[in-house]
């Protein structure tokens, strides 16, 4: 059998057996009123009418105009039915209507609801809207995806279509109205929010679509919490996020947090001397081993372990601190109550107590970190302070440029690791925020994926993406700087 597909949700276009078939002009016309007509027959006098704009006509010339119709009429036919197995009869059927005037041929067309996109449309949306949330916004979407345009958009105002294109133009109004209803009882309100705009846009004076809008936007802008930036990094078979948030980095309790170390992995806070009590560093004693720094000694010794020193101070070189140096780089995994602490070494402290870092030693040791973490991560939420801020600060890079190099390398070690973590989250402290300039990572993105624009709720997405899903990529980890894991 012949397959045939009439949709009108937009420009008219016929397809038999799934390939487009060119009509005239005046055929086109003549399929659109019989669509229009909605299954009702139409005689030829309406239709000399409707398509070719004659008036009524005498009855001399009236067998003339009968023709050219009828010629039409064999047109569409042949094109719904080219291989003459009986198609276009039950398609396209002739009539005699009983007049005054006496016998009237007329046309009906009475394709399937398979047949006729506006007949799916309506069956789908009349159905989804009485549907469960879940059902629904998946038919209201696979209804809305059938909408090209305008319907019957080349006789859009005529007077025969009028009423045909107002019912489907309420009705693709109520299926957006339900998609959004639907989605936002899912609890997905960035996925309703650009359906709820495209309303308001197109009833600017609704103060229903309004209120709608500006309650999704409210639920968004709530949602987004301590975020400051969020983009998609697209991989193949799957994303992984890039966030930004303010607040503490021991607050992220849900994600493995990473630690930034000297390559002497020193742990004393005394006195503030060798290491800051309010650095991160200081903080992880405090904050997550109650106070017990032997506890975490024991466990950074047993993953230094496996890793040779670089060198050895002598006590009067270095009198106060630890003594045994290790590779810029090296990454210790600790356990921590089912998630885990990364003890990275991203700086070199001198025997007067300065620590001192810069771009290399940062690349370094970030690249060490992630092939830890794509093996010791659990693939949980990976949190990261803004590393070489604070007092072994990397001079060359201000806190944007930081931010930026720590994303970079993060994009190029996820074309690397297929089960790095599903998101980066680096945290900013509210008191250094005012002198963060974010900037540098949104240029990141654009320069590696093209035009980022924004998600809906305000959140930045990539849109465009390069060839091979991520474009550059970080140098090979050297093999000294793997890291040590540790077991729990």
Not at 392 to 421: E, K, M, N
Not at 451 to 461: I, K, L
Request: glycine share 8%; net charge neutral; with cysteine.
């Amino acid at each position: 059998m012949t397959h045939v597909r009439i949709n009108v949700l937009g420009p008219v276009l016929l397809e038999v057996d799934g390939l487009p078939v060119r009509l005239t002009p005046l055929t086109t016309r003549l399929l659109v009123r019989l669509v229009a007509a909605e299954g009702e027959a139409v005689p030829v006098r309406q239709l000399r009418r409707d398509v070719w704009g004659l008036a009524d006509e005498p009855r001399h010339q009236a067998q003339r105009n009968r023709n050219e119709v009828q010629k039409r009429v064999l047109e569409l036919r042949r094109a719904l039915d080219p291989g003459q197995d009986g198609t276009a009869a039950r398609l396209l059927r002739t009539e005699q209507q009983v007049t005054v005037g006496g016998a009237e041929t007329a046309y009906r067309l009475v394709p399937r609801a398979e047949e006729l996109d506006s007949a799916r449309f309506t069956a789908v949306v009349g159905e989804a809207l009485l549907a469960p949330p879940a059902t629904a916004a998946h038919r209201l979407a696979e209804a809305l995806g059938m909408v090209r345009g305008r319907p019957l958009a080349e006789v859009n105002g005529e007077a025969f279509a009028v009423d045909f294109v107002r019912r489907l133009t309420a009705l693709q109004d109520s299926a957006r109205r339900g998609l959004v209803r639907s989605r936002t009882e899912l609890g997905r309100p960035d996925l309703a929010l650009p359906v709820a705009e495209l309303i308001a846009r197109e009833h600017p004076g609704d103060p229903d679509a309004a209120r709608t809008l500006e309650a999704l936007r409210t639920a968004l802008r709530a949602r987004h919490g301590a975020e400051l930036l969020r983009h998609a990094v697209p991989l193949p078979g799957r994303q992984v996020d890039v966030v930004l948030v303010q607040g503490d980095l021991f607050d992220q309790t849900d994600a493995n947090l990473v630690v930034g170390f000297t390559d002497t992995f020193d742990t004393a806070t005394d006195e503030d001397v060798v290491i800051s009590r309010g650095s991160v560093q200081g903080q992880l004693v405090d904050r997550l081993f109650a106070g017990q720094r032997r506890l975490l000694d024991e466990k950074l010794r047993a993953g230094l372990r496996a890793v040779p020193a670089v060198g050895t101070e002598s006590s009067r070189a270095k009198p106060r601190g630890r003594r045994v140096r290790y590779p810029v780089g090296t990454t210790v995994a600790v356990p921590v109550d089912g998630r885990r602490v990364f003890a990275t070494a991203y700086s070199r402290i001198g025997n007067d107590l300065v620590a001192h870092s810069g771009h290399d030693d940062l690349r370094a040791s970030l690249d060490s970190l992630w092939a830890s973490v794509a093996v010791n991560g659990l693939f949980k939420p990976l949190a990261v302070p803004l590393i070489g801020s604070g007092l072994a600060r990397v001079t060359d890079l201000d806190r944007g440029q930081l931010a930026a190099l720590i994303v970079d390398s993060f994009i190029g070690a996820c074309r690397r690791y297929a089960a790095l973590t599903p998101e980066l989250r680096i945290v900013i402290r509210p008191e250094d925020l005012g002198r963060t300039d974010l900037s540098p990572v949104e240029r990141r993105f654009e320069e590696r994926y093209g035009e980022a624009v924004a998600e809906p709720g305000g959140r930045p997405v990539v849109e465009r993406v390069a060839e091979g899903a991520v474009a550059g990529g970080a140098e090979k980890v050297p093999e000294p700087f793997a890291g040590a894991d540790l077991a729990e």
